[in-house]
C-alpha cells in the first residue's frame, strides 16, 4: 500500500548544523498493515511521517501510494488518501466549527468541495452513527463548538475524522503523548477498535513502549535517520518492553534517554 | 437629528457590505487584509468612470465587484505565491492600488451629479423618502442570506477552517494557498460594492475616500460583535451589519457636537474602536467579580 525507495533527507547541507534525518530508508508497507514506529527523538520518526504526508519532500528517493508516485505530490493532494492524527489534540480539529461541521469537512476529503450544504440531515444522522462508535456521548452534542470539548474528546474526535472515510493509510503521530493516562487509554483502545474494524493500513509513531509493544503486526525502531531494529508477526507478537530495551542497549550501545526507559 | 439618522442607517447599510467584506478577511480567513483601503475607492473609481462613459448602473456595480476580487486575489497571491507576510501584502496592494484608482479615474476625483446612477433611478422609480433605504435593506439582506449559506457549504466550511486552524485543512485535502485567494477576493468585491455604491449615493468618486476604510470596517465587525455576541455565523453577520449601522450614527452624533470637526473623524472611528475592543472585557470582568463577591456573601450567610 505504502512503499519508500531509498528515502534520503538532510536539513541544513553544508553547514556545521548539517543532519541527515533520514538516511536511506526503504520500507513497503502492505495493505492492512499496523506498523508501530518506536525510537529516541531526534530519530528521524517525525521527519519519515513528513515525507509520507508530503509536508517535507525527500532529497533521494521515492514514495507511493498504492501503484501511484506520490513523491512529487503537494501535501493537500495526498491528503486525500491520507488520514493522519497530530500529537497535539487540538491539532486536528477545528475550534469554531461545530462537531457536525468538523465532521462534515472531513467527510469532504475524498472529493472536491462544492457549494452543497456541508451538513444535510442525512449526513447528520451518518455522522450521530459514527460518533456513537466513540461512546463518548459526542452525538448528542452535534452543534456543540469544537473548541468546548476536553482534549481527550477532541483527540478521539479527531482519530474518528482521520478514520471514517476509510483512507488508504492512516498515520498516527504519538497521538496519545500529549492526554492524561485514562485518555490516552481510551484512545489507544479506540485506535485498535477502529483500525480492525476498518481494515485500515496503519503506522503509529509512539514513545510509549508497552503501547508499542501491545499494538498492531509490525514493530519498526529508528536511530539517526535508520532503521535498526524490525519484527513482524508472531515474532512481533511475543516481543515484550524488555526485548526492546535490550534491543536499545544492543544496537545503539549508548545511553537511553530517561523518557525511552519510562516508557512515557 | 433625525433627518441625520436616518442618512446614517441609508449610508450604514452601504458601508455594512464592506464591513461584511472585512469580516471574511478578519475574522474568517483571520487574515488582517488593508487592501480594504484601497479597494473600495476601486469600486468606486470603476463604477464612476463606467457610469461617466454611459454604461448601465447594474454593469457598472458588477464591474466594481468583480475589480474588487481580482484586487484581493493579488492581495492573496502576494502572500501564499509570493510568501509575503499578511499584513505587508495587504499595504503592497493598498498602496499600488492608489495609483491604479487614479489612472482608472484620469483624475483625482470623478463627479457623478450630472449621471443616472443607482439612486437617481430609485428616486425616480420608486420614489418617496424610504426608497432607497428600502432598496438598500433589502441588497444587504440578500448579500447576507448568501454569505450565511456559502458559510455552511462544504467550500465554505473550509475556507472557515483556513483561519481556524490551517494544520487541519490541510490534512483533510484542503488547498489553503486556493482558499486565502478566494477568500480575500470576495471580500475585497464586497468592499468594492460598498465603494460603488457610496460613490453614487454621495454622488462623487474621490481617490482619497478609502483612507482609513480598515479600520471604519473593524469598528463595525467589533461593535456588531461586541453587542450581539457571535455565537453563530447568522447571527455573527447579522451584528456585523448593525455594528456598520451603529458606527455611523455614533459618528453622526460625534458630528453634532459643538467643537468636533469633520476632520476628527478618523480620530472619533479610533477612539470608538479603542472603546469597542476594551469596554467588553473590562464589563465581563467586573460582571465576574461582582459575581463571585456575592457567592462569597451567600456562602458566609449559609455557615453564619
Known amino acids: ?184 487509554a481510551l484512545i489507544t483502545r479506540l485506535t485498535k477498535e477502529i483500525v480492525e474494524r476498518e481494515q485500515l493500513t496503519t503506522i503509529m509513531i509512539t514513545h510509549n513502549m508497552q503501547q508499542a509493544v501491545d499494538l498492531g503486526n509490525r514493530i519498526l525502531m529508528m536511530d539517526k535517520g535508520k532503521i535498526i531494529f524490525e519484527e513482524e508477526g508472531a515474532r512481533k507478537k511475543h516481543l515484550t518492553v524488555t526485548d526492546l530495551l535490550n534491543e536499545f542497549g544492543k544496537m545503539k550501545g549508548t545511553e537511553l534517554s530517561d523518557r525511552t526507559l519510562l516508557g512515557v | 437629528m433625525w433627518m441625520s439618522i436616518f442618512t446614517s442607517v441609508e449610508v450604514g447599510l452601504m458601508f455594512a457590505l464592506m464591513a461584511l467584506g472585512v469580516y471574511l478577511s478578519f475574522r474568517i480567513l483571520d487574515f488582517p487584509d488593508l487592501t480594504v483601503d484601497g479597494s473600495f475607492v476601486t469600486g468606486a473609481a470603476v463604477a464612476a468612470v463606467m457610469l461617466v462613459n454611459g454604461v448601465n448602473p447594474l454593469v457598472a456595480v458588477a464591474a466594481a465587484f468583480a475589480a474588487g476580487f481580482i484586487a484581493g486575489t493579488i492581495t492573496g497571491l502576494l502572500h501564499t505565491v509570493g510568501g509575503i507576510n499578511p499584513l505587508l501584502s495587504g499595504i503592497l496592494m493598498m498602496i499600488a492600488l492608489y495609483s491604479i484608482n487614479l489612472r482608472i479615474m484620469g483624475a483625482p476625483n470623478v463627479s457623478l451629479l450630472a449621471q443616472d446612477h443607482l439612486f437617481t433611478w430609485i428616486r425616480q422609480g420608486i420614489g418617496g423618502t424610504w426608497a432607497i433605504m428600502i432598496v438598500m435593506v433589502a441588497v444587504v439582506l440578500i448579500v447576507k442570506v448568501m454569505l450565511d449559506f456559502f458559510l455552511k457549504t462544504e467550500f465554505g466550511l473550509a475556507l472557515r477552517a483556513v483561519g481556524d486552524n490551517h494544520l487541519m485543512i490541510t490534512s483533510f485535502s484542503g488547498n489553503i494557498h486556493f482558499y486565502k485567494v478566494f477568500g480575500l477576493g470576495l471580500s475585497n468585491g464586497l468592499v468594492a460594492l460598498a465603494g460603488a455604491l457610496v460613490a453614487q449615493y454621495s454622488g462623487f468618486a474621490d481617490v482619497n475616500a478609502g483612507i482609513g476604510m480598515i479600520v471604519i470596517g473593524l469598528a463595525s465587525v467589533i461593535i456588531g460583535e461586541a453587542i450581539f455576541g457571535k455565537k453563530t455565523i447568522i447571527r455573527t453577520t447579522l451584528a456585523v451589519i448593525v455594528g456598520a449601522i451603529i458606527y455611523r450614527i455614533i459618528v453622526a452624533l460625534a458630528l453634532r457636537v459643538e467643537f468636533l470637526e469633520t476632520g476628527d473623524l478618523k480620530l472619533i472611528t479610533a477612539i470608538i474602536v479603542i472603546l469597542a475592543l476594551v469596554l467588553p472585557k473590562a464589563i465581563a470582568k467586573q460582571k465576574e467579580t461582582m459575581r463571585k463577591r456575592q457567592r462569597r456573601l451567600r456562602l458566609s450567610a449559609q455557615k453564619g
Open chain 1, 1 to 184: 500500500m505504502l512503499q519508500l525507495n531509498d528515502i534520503y533527507k538532510v536539513f541544513n547541507e553544508g553547514t556545521p548544523d548539517e543532519k541527515v534525518a533520514i538516511d536511506d530508508i526503504s520500507l513497503d508497507v502492505k495493505k492492512g498493515d499496523f506498523i508501530t514506529i518506536i525510537g529516541s527523538n531526534g530519530a528521524g520518526k517525525s521527519t519519515l511521517f513528513n515525507v509520507i504526508a508530503g509536508k517535507t519532500f525527500p532529497d533521494l528517493g521515492e514514495v507511493l501510494i498504492g501503484e501511484q508516485d506520490v513523491t512529487g505530490l503537494s501535501e493537500y493532494k495526498r491528503a486525500r488518501r491520507i488520514g493522519r492524527v497530530f500529537q497535539d489534540p487540538m491539532a486536528g480539529t477545528s475550534p469554531t466549527l461545530t462537531i457536525e461541521e468538523n465532521l462534515s469537512i472531513a467527510y469532504s476529503r475524498v472529493k472536491p468541495r462544492t457549494l452543497r450544504p456541508g451538513v444535510t440531515a442525512k449526513r447528520r444522522a451518518f455522522f450521530k452513527e459514527q460518533l456513537e462508535t466513540l461512546g463518548l456521548g459526542l452525538e448528542d452534542r452535534l452543534r456543540a463548538k469544537v473548541g468546548l470539548l476536553s482534549g481527550g474528546e477532541r483527540q478521539a474526535l479527531s482519530l474518528l475524522m482521520a478514520t471514517f472515510t476509510k483512507p488508504d493509510l492512516l498515520l498516527l503521530d504519538e497521538h496519545t503523548a500529549a492526554l492524561d493516562p485514562s485518555r490516552a
